[in-house]
Nanobody, 121 residues
Framework: QVQLVESGGGLAQPGGSLRLSCEASGSIVSIHIMRWYRQAPGKERELVAF???????NYADPVKGRFTISGDITKNSMYLQMNSLKPEDAAVYYC???????????????WGQGTQVTVSS
């Protein structure tokens, strides 16, 4: 089994910052990619950013220049530094990873439970 646990959500004022963390644990053989998604009420879940082995990363257009994804997926962890937060960034943020677990011949997608980010004055 593989578990993903997010932390670091909370309340920030517009223009403020928050840092999210995601830790993967369990019978992990390798992680191919880790991603942050978010879902606001009444909206579809959307990709925010991803990071792959070697550190290459990419971002959705709405967060470019404001969010920074980091971490070492070979150590099963990633972070999302969110600066210059806007009310439209408010959502539940989910950690996702493509993981090959012990006993599996192919990788599978795993999700965390999500962490709430609220942006309000």
């Amino acid at each position: 089994q593989v578990q993903l646990v997010e932390s670091g959500g909370g309340l920030a004022q517009p223009g403020g910052s928050l840092r999210l963390s995601c830790e993967a644990s369990g019978s992990i053989v390798s992680i191919h990619i880790m991603r942050w998604y978010r879902q606001a009420p009444g909206k579809e879940r959307e990709l925010v950013a991803f990071i792959i082995s070697g550190g290459r990363s990419n971002y959705a257009d709405p967060v470019k220049g404001r969010f920074t994804i980091s971490g070492d997926i070979t150590k099963n962890s990633m972070y999302l530094q969110m600066n210059s937060l806007k009310p439209e960034d408010a959502a539940v943020y989910y950690c996702n990873a493509r993981v090959r677990a012990s006993g599996q011949s192919i990788p599978n997608e795993y999700w965390g439970q999500g962490t709430q980010v609220t942006v309000s004055s």
